[in-house]
């Protein structure tokens, strides 16, 4: 049932007094049912600006070729790659908190969710772009599926790694759209019953007709556990395709068996760095910090200095085998990494994800929202100067010294890395002004027991051991939507 | 005779309504259906409804997404082509693995999510069949079909109302409509 009582050393999920179930649909629903406030438009502008450079900088691409990008003999992937990997990347924080977190039934999710899976799926189209784009040709996008053709049939080859990445990737995105979207029908229901007129008929064809019965509420259930209990693996697995991409190849820098786990760790550690980005702006814009708590934004800290620990200890790794390998080749790929031509994007990469972010083991930074974001964006430019240095120092001095050389980019690489970010916000900002960002039905499940509210009335009945009540009390202190002094008496 | 079809009874909280579940029950008043904001974990074993078997229909997709996928490796790179790479076998099992595991994840995915919504009815444009506009929103609804039994109209209003109802509709049409 509901309403059980939840043990007091718990922190809140919702903070606020007088929380109703019909303050949550409101509170919810502001950004939705309101006309845009001026920090959205100046949002939109910006993003759609972007948007539009990048829809120039792809055609232009397609237009004059691949020829317009930096890239040379030697250093066939560059910033293509970088940038694809980059918002797969991103995009598995969503998953990890839609589903892995379901099934370790962490309840903070619930008010999180709902953004980052859409944060995953926008991250995946801009992804996608990248592999259409660096197509050059994007017409021959076909050959990447196994359909019958006149050459023989040709078919594709299902020992490649990068035919493993086309299924991987399509599946990741269907399966996150389909969660995404199931998970959104009874928050859609919700605004349709609450509008009138032509808005009530958009959102009523988009709700599918949920009406929140019982055998309604049970298989959605069912169907949410399902669909948690099938993404974790999928979650994992795509990014362990993407490293195949790299590790199943000869080449040095390449080719380690470290690179599944180590990609993995890398894309949640720069997913949850996008979710700190996007929720630390939307939860202060949208009002919603009763929500989007600092009890969120530590845990979610928490889980960015331990993945982000985990590729430490990979990059030292690599380091350290390369030397225990004796394999010159190798040794010298990382040598060069570090201490070559490349040393300030190396340099780069592990002072934003390794050493900066140290930071969060003290408390006061975790639970400080402008240090938190302002990590989030050293650690969104350390990952993507992650990829950027796996893939081009390793291309650019290969086995041939005759054949050396170095990537610049051309402003068209640029543009359509910057533009994808414009694309990326686009999407973002349009989401938050159609759809509700919070679940709302889910959050609804927390406000008996894990709200504040509650929790307050548990301490005035003083039913509770003292040494608890002044543990909750003390943990209090670091949410900056609660007023301490209210706990003065209590 | 009343034309009242059903009687509705609004809750704003979820315990309250489970208590008019329990005091209607007691009192051999059938309910027609519960409609809640959110899911309420224990309803279903209150109510007498079973278990979900979508699980089932889940397993069976996965098997079908792996089989079909495997397949049509097998068919293109064993039997219509196989290539000779450094001579190694054309059946290459672990190659085909992550691919298998991809289309399994695939059709459990649209498939469960296909026969939930086959099931329960839910498609887009379908008109919802809703019988309280708040019951999508902080009201939590029972309600009862009142042509179904004889029991008369007061005794089931003081029950909702003894229970917590904060209000209790007397409808003459099943659905609300959204014209």
Same mark, same amino acid.
């Given at each position: 049932?509901?309403?059980?009582?939840?043990?007091?050393?718990?922190? #809140?999920?919702?903070?606020?007094?007088?929380?109703?179930?019909? !303050?949550?649909?409101?509170?919810?629903?502001?950004?939705?049912?309101?006309?845009?406030?001026?920090?959205?438009?100046?949002?939109?502008?910006?993003?759609?600006?972007?948007?539009?450079?990048?829809?120039?900088?792809?055609?232009?691409?397609?237009?004059?070729?691949?020829?317009?990008?930096?890239?040379?003999?030697?250093?066939?992937?560059?910033?293509?790659?970088?940038?694809?990997?980059?918002?797969?990347?991103?995009?598995?924080?969503?998953?990890?908190?839609?589903?892995?977190?379901?099934?370790?039934? !962490?309840?903070?999710?619930?008010?999180?969710?709902?953004?980052?899976?859409?944060?995953?799926?926008?991250?995946?189209?801009?992804?996608?772009?990248?592999?259409?784009?660096?197509?050059?040709?994007?017409?021959?996008?076909?050959?990447?599926?196994?359909? #019958?053709? !006149?050459?023989?049939?040709?078919?594709?080859?299902?020992?490649?790694?990068?035919?493993?990445? /086309?299924?991987?990737?399509?599946?990741?995105?269907?399966?996150?759209?389909?969660?995404?979207?199931?998970?959104?029908?009874?928050?859609?229901?919700?605004?349709?019953?609450?509008?009138?007129?032509?808005?009530?008929?958009?959102?009523?064809?988009?709700?599918?007709?949920?009406?929140?019965?019982?055998?309604?509420?049970?298989?959605?259930?069912?169907?949410?556990?399902?669909?948690?209990?099938?993404?974790?693996?999928?979650?994992?697995?795509?990014?362990?395709?993407?490293?195949?991409?790299?590790?199943?190849?000869?080449?040095?820098?390449? *080719?380690?068996?470290?690179?599944?786990?180590?990609?993995?760790?890398?894309?949640?550690? +720069?997913?949850?760095?996008? /979710?700190?980005?996007?929720?630390?702006?939307?939860?202060?814009?949208?009002?919603?910090?009763?929500?989007?708590?600092?009890?969120?934004?530590?845990?979610?800290?928490?889980?960015?200095?331990?993945?982000?620990?985990?590729?430490?200890?990979?990059?030292?790794?690599?380091?350290?085998?390369?030397?225990?390998?004796?394999?010159?080749?190798?040794?010298?790929?990382?040598?060069?990494?570090?201490?070559?031509?490349?040393?300030?994007? =190396?340099?780069?990469?592990?002072?934003?994800?390794?050493?900066?972010? !140290?930071?969060?083991?003290?408390?006061?930074?975790?639970?400080?929202?402008?240090?938190?974001?302002?990590?989030?964006?050293?650690?969104?430019?350390?990952?993507?100067?992650?990829?950027?240095?796996?893939?081009?120092? =390793?291309? *650019?001095?290969?086995?041939? #010294?005759?054949?050396?050389?170095?990537?610049? #980019?051309?402003?068209?690489?640029?543009?359509?890395?910057?533009? +994808?970010?414009?694309?990326?916000?686009?999407?973002?900002?349009?989401?938050?002004?159609?759809?509700?960002?919070?679940?709302?039905?889910?959050?609804?499940?927390?406000?008996?027991?894990?709200?504040?509210?509650?929790?307050?009335?548990?301490?005035?009945?003083? *039913?509770?051991?003292?040494?608890?009540?002044?543990?909750?009390?003390?943990?209090?202190?670091?949410?900056?939507?609660?007023?301490?002094?209210?706990?003065?008496?209590? | 005779?009343?034309?009242?079809?059903?009687? %509705?009874?609004?809750?704003? $909280?979820?315990?309250?309504?489970? $208590?008019?579940?329990?005091? %209607?029950?007691?009192?051999?008043?059938?309910?027609?259906?519960?409609?809640?904001?959110?899911?309420?974990?224990?309803?279903?074993?209150? %109510?007498?409804?079973?278990?979900?078997?979508?699980?089932?229909?889940?397993?069976?997709?996965?098997?079908?997404?792996?089989?079909?996928?495997?397949?049509?490796?097998?068919?293109?790179?064993?039997?219509?082509?196989?290539?000779?790479?450094?001579?190694?076998?054309?059946?290459?099992?672990?190659?085909?693995?992550?691919?298998?595991?991809?289309?399994?994840? %695939?059709?459990?995915?649209?498939?469960?999510?296909?026969?939930?919504?086959?099931?329960?009815?839910?498609?887009?444009?379908?008109?919802?069949?809703?019988?309280?506009?708040?019951?999508?929103? $902080?009201?939590?609804?029972?309600?009862?079909?009142?042509?179904?039994?004889?029991?008369?109209?007061?005794?089931?209003?003081?029950?909702?109302?003894?229970?917590?109802?904060?209000?209790?509709?007397?409808?003459?049409?099943?659905?609300?409509?959204?014209?």
């Amino acid at each position: 049932m509901s309403s059980h009582n939840e043990s007091i050393i718990r922190e #809140p999920l919702i903070t606020g007094n007088n929380i109703t179930y019909a !303050q949550i649909t409101e509170d919810i629903l502001r950004p939705v049912e309101k006309l845009p406030g001026r920090a959205w438009w100046i949002g939109f502008s910006v993003a759609s600006m972007g948007a539009t450079l990048w829809l120039f900088a792809v055609s232009y691409t397609f237009w004059y070729g691949i020829g317009s990008w930096g890239l040379n003999k030697t250093v066939g992937w560059a910033w293509d790659i970088t940038g694809f990997v980059w918002w797969v990347g991103i995009g598995h924080a969503g998953t990890l908190i839609s589903a892995i977190l379901l099934l370790f039934r !962490q309840k903070w999710r619930n008010s999180i969710n709902r953004s980052a899976e859409a944060m995953t799926i926008f991250a995946v189209i801009c992804a996608a772009s990248y592999i259409v784009a660096h197509m050059g040709r994007p017409w021959m996008a076909v050959y990447s599926l196994p359909l #019958p053709n !006149q050459y023989g049939s040709l078919w594709v080859n299902f020992n490649s790694p990068l035919i493993w990445d /086309v299924f991987a990737i399509s599946t990741y995105f269907t399966v996150s759209l389909v969660f995404w979207y199931t998970g959104l029908l009874p928050d859609i229901a919700t605004i349709r019953d609450r509008a009138t007129g032509l808005r009530r008929k958009i959102y009523s064809f988009m709700s599918f007709g949920w009406t929140g019965s019982v055998k309604t509420w049970q298989r959605f259930e069912t169907v949410s556990l399902i669909l948690a209990g099938i993404s974790t693996p999928l979650v994992l697995s795509v990014h362990s395709i993407v490293s195949m991409d790299f590790a199943t190849s000869l080449e040095p820098g390449w *080719h380690t068996t470290i690179f599944p786990p180590y990609f993995v760790a890398g894309a949640i550690f +720069s997913g949850f760095a996008m /979710v700190q980005t996007l929720l630390l702006i939307a939860r202060k814009v949208l009002g919603l910090e009763n929500y989007i708590t600092m009890f969120h934004i530590e845990a979610m800290n928490k889980i960015i200095i331990l993945t982000g620990s985990i590729v430490m200890v990979a990059y030292c790794t690599e380091f350290f085998i390369a030397y225990y390998s004796q394999v010159e080749y190798e040794q010298y790929a990382f040598i060069n990494r570090y201490f070559g031509p490349y040393w300030w994007a =190396s340099w780069s990469m592990f002072c934003c994800n390794c050493i900066i972010p !140290q930071v969060l083991w003290f408390k006061k930074v975790r639970t400080s929202i402008a240090a938190t974001w302002f990590l989030s964006i050293i650690i969104n430019i350390g990952m993507w100067f992650e990829r950027f240095v796996i893939i081009v120092t =390793s291309l *650019h001095r290969d086995f041939l #010294p005759s054949s050396w050389a170095m990537f610049y #980019p051309t402003w068209i690489d640029v543009s359509v890395f910057v533009g +994808s970010i414009g694309v990326f916000f686009t999407l973002f900002l349009l989401f938050l002004r159609v759809l509700p960002s919070i679940a709302i039905a889910e959050v609804k499940l927390l406000l008996k027991g894990s709200s504040e509210q509650e929790k307050k009335k548990i301490l005035q009945s003083g *039913h509770i051991d003292a040494t608890q009540g002044a543990f909750y009390k003390d943990a209090l202190t670091k949410f900056d939507a609660i007023d301490i002094a209210e706990y003065e008496k209590v | 005779m009343s034309s009242t079809k059903f009687i %509705l009874g609004l809750f704003e $909280d979820p315990d309250e309504m489970m $208590d008019g579940i329990t005091a %209607l029950q007691q009192n051999s008043v059938p309910i027609y259906d519960v409609y809640t904001p959110m899911p309420i974990h224990g309803i279903e074993a209150k %109510l007498g409804i079973k278990d979900s078997r979508l699980g089932y229909a889940a397993f069976m997709f996965g098997c079908l997404g792996g089989t079909v996928i495997f397949s049509i490796i097998y068919f293109a790179m064993v039997h219509d082509w196989p290539m000779n790479i450094g001579g190694k076998p054309a059946f290459a099992v672990p190659d085909f693995i992550p691919i298998t595991f991809e289309w399994t994840v %695939l059709y459990t995915a649209l498939g469960t999510v296909a026969t939930f919504f086959f099931a329960t009815h839910l498609f887009p444009g379908r008109t919802p069949r809703v019988m309280d506009y708040r019951a999508t929103n $902080d009201r939590f609804v029972i309600a009862i079909d009142v042509k179904k039994n004889n029991i008369p109209h007061e005794d089931i209003n003081n029950l909702l109302k003894e229970a917590g109802a904060v209000e209790v509709k007397h409808n003459d049409r099943k659905y609300v409509s959204y014209e």
